[in-house]
């Protein structure tokens, strides 16, 4: 049952952030230059634009899902049977560090939902196209998503190292946020790319667009994932034999392993993919 739960829980935390990171990616990293090298640039990506707010809000929804179930699992992992269940939540909350995180991550996450609720428009009510510059409410959420990837880190396998435990913690920051900038703003490229009528010649060359900026990023962020990665590796494992020897060492590098062919591929496809966008 507890293995159960927490494996569903992870796996909506992690899918819900990484794909937030890639809203927050797209919308101030990807966006605003696309839009100054297309012409009309705010009229193609203003539907975009909107389906990835509409994306944003309900990662948070996960988000706060993940945040809940993560308190349920602890609480079944640790309950003592003898003890009033509100001594257990009270000792678990407040006399442990996981749960003073565990709250500060509640904060950030409702920062995050206040400020997609009322501090971006949910309409484009007045028929303009929606601004593509880098607003102060996202640029506030670029603040907040650091802020959750930080509180994930402090609340997770970096704290426990034997030594540089801040090194592994900051490490599994970049981490998290390169991965999210990866994947999670390809994600939201190619989701948007299904989405609404038959692609038309301008899409076309919109996406084309979009993917040129998002090959720069995914670079620079496949290549800090596999770096943190090792110096994870590193933090984590006491020899190299580990790797092979310990469980976590095994599902370490599978993931490098994964990570890596993905990052390779992904190169391939910039040199050969897009100067093809580009000729379109």
């Not at 909350?93 to 971006?120: D, E």
Request: with cysteine; glycine share 8%.
């Amino acid at each position: 049952m507890i293995w159960f739960l927490t494996t569903i829980q992870q796996g909506i935390l992690f899918a819900a952030t990484i794909f937030f990171i890639g809203c927050v990616t797209w919308r101030t990293l990807i966006a605003p230059d696309v839009a100054a090298t297309l012409e009309d640039g705010r009229f193609r990506l203003g539907r975009t634009q909107a389906l990835v707010v509409r994306w944003a809000r309900r990662s948070c929804a996960a988000l706060i899902l993940a945040w809940n179930m993560r308190l349920l699992v602890q609480v079944i992992a640790f309950r003592d049977p003898f003890a009033p269940i509100w001594d257990d939540i009270s000792l678990l909350l407040f006399q442990t560090v996981w749960g003073r995180i565990w709250m500060l991550q509640g904060v950030v996450i409702a920062l995050i939902a206040s400020t997609l609720t009322w501090g971006l428009p949910t309409g484009n009510e007045s028929g303009k196209p929606p601004p593509t510059q880098v607003t102060p409410a996202w640029v506030l959420l670029s603040g907040l998503t650091i802020a959750l990837t930080s509180t994930l880190a402090m609340s997770g396998h970096a704290m426990g190292a034997d030594s540089w435990r801040w090194i592994a913690v900051s490490a599994d920051v970049l981490h998290t946020l390169s991965a999210g900038i990866w994947m999670g703003s390809l994600a939201v490229i190619i989701g948007a790319s299904h989405q609404g009528p038959k692609r038309t010649a301008s899409d076309t060359q919109a996406f084309g667009a979009q993917i040129q900026r998002f090959s720069t990023l995914a670079l620079r962020a496949g290549l800090a994932v596999v770096l943190m990665g090792v110096v994870l590796t590193w933090t984590h494992l006491s020899s190299p034999s580990d790797l092979w020897m310990t469980g976590y060492g095994r599902v370490l590098s599978s993931k490098v392993i994964v990570v890596t062919l993905i990052f390779g591929l992904g190169f391939w496809n910039w040199r050969k993919g897009v100067p093809i966008s580009e000729s379109e």
